[in-house]
């Protein structure tokens, strides 16, 4: 693999796993911000809930004191006088019933007992202290209360005011509004949330009549169909409340959890279950993810592109060094490398390498070419030196030794050249001395054998003469 491929390659790998630590967080993120947003969209439909019943805490406690303060309803009450609060409520309750959904219609006497009940005159006398705490503390107090209550007409928003007549405490007047249909859609109207709300039993009061007080039941949904809690869900987050989780419905996916409401004591009198769509949350996911995607994929893209045009620069430049370095091999060393040199970075200092070894070859170079010169013209003096005394003493020259300094090196040349002049001249000398010493002899023994011709020749004539 080429470094070129090796540059793209790292490169890319690099931008993959950056968009990967980027994009695996993001959508995991993604999940966690639905059930973030789904789950604050469920307390804001609880807070919707109990902003509901404050305000009909609020209704119900205005109707109950204009009530208490009408002088025939504070005589009537003070005076045991049934038949006048019949005459006065009964006939217009069904229309307040139908317009304005009160559902209790509620006087007590001072001892917590039920006096008269406008929504049902027939029952009365019946002992309230037992399990309708509001209205104890309203006739121990003789004040306003309001509160969600259980009662035998099931679980209501009351408002109870209490009723003086000339300075004294007579009784107490409650207005009820019940959870129903119509509170239920005046809180999920403008939204696509949908509730439900499930009654928890009173087991510890028998006298209870309802079925609110003999087992769980869904008393009012926004939803068609069957109940979507157990009585075992219920019973479980009668404390609680249950947790969040997804379920589905009608094929739609929602994220639902139970609240348990309180009641004007403090105990949970029933759990309302919450459930909010997350088609919106799961379009703005895949929308997300289909733009984290996007910008991952490019990301990537943009990363190749530039690791290729990063890797074919690296890659350009350090050819373009490696040319340079293989003609500095072969001896060129008219090389420039000052563009990589600008550069700066890694390949510039590496310009830099090679420049700085450019330039001591080339200083290399020039040395030994002024020592080869130096060399060149010591050789040829030495030459003429050694060639002139060659001469002289072709020329029979014997007395003219070599004298200069010739160097190291060739200081023995001269030496053994005079040694030899030295030695040829004593020679010539001895034989010169031996040709004068021959020459001698070679006169004496001429002298001799002439001699010795004369006398052969006088002995040969004496002998002729003597034979004669």
Known sequence: MSLRSKIILSIAASVALS??????????????????????????????????????????????????????????????????????????????????GVRQFHFHTPDSHSFFRVNKPDTFGDDLSGFRQTVVEANAKRAAVTGLELGRGGVAVRGIAAIAHQGAHVGTIEIGFSIDDAFFQSIVAESEAEMEFYVLPRTDVASFATSDSASLNRSVASIEGAPLLTAEDVRAGQETGVAAREIAIGGALYMAAAFPVKDYSGATVGLLHVMVPEAAYLALKNEMRLIALGAAAGALLLGLVGAALMGGRITGTLEEMIGKLKRLADGDLEIDVSSAQARGGELGHLADGIAVFRDHRLHEVETLAREREAAQAHRAALVGILGSGLQRLAEGDLTAPIHDDLGEGYNSVRDDYNATLASLADLIGALHETSGTIHARAEEIGGASDDLSHRTENQAATLEETAA
């Open 19 to 100: 968009a990967l630590v980027v994009l695996v967080p993001m959508l995991v993120g993604m999940n966690g911000m639905i059930e973030q947003g789904t789950k604050r969209e469920l307390e804001m439909v609880r807070l919707r809930f109990q902003t509901a019943l404050e305000d009909r805490f609020h209704n119900a406690l205005s109707m109950a004191t204009m009530v208490a303060r009408m002088p025939v309803v504070e005589e009537a009450v003070a005076k045991g006088d049934r038949q006048v609060l019949n005459d006065l409520f009964v006939p217009g309750f069904a229309e307040m019933r139908d317009t304005q």
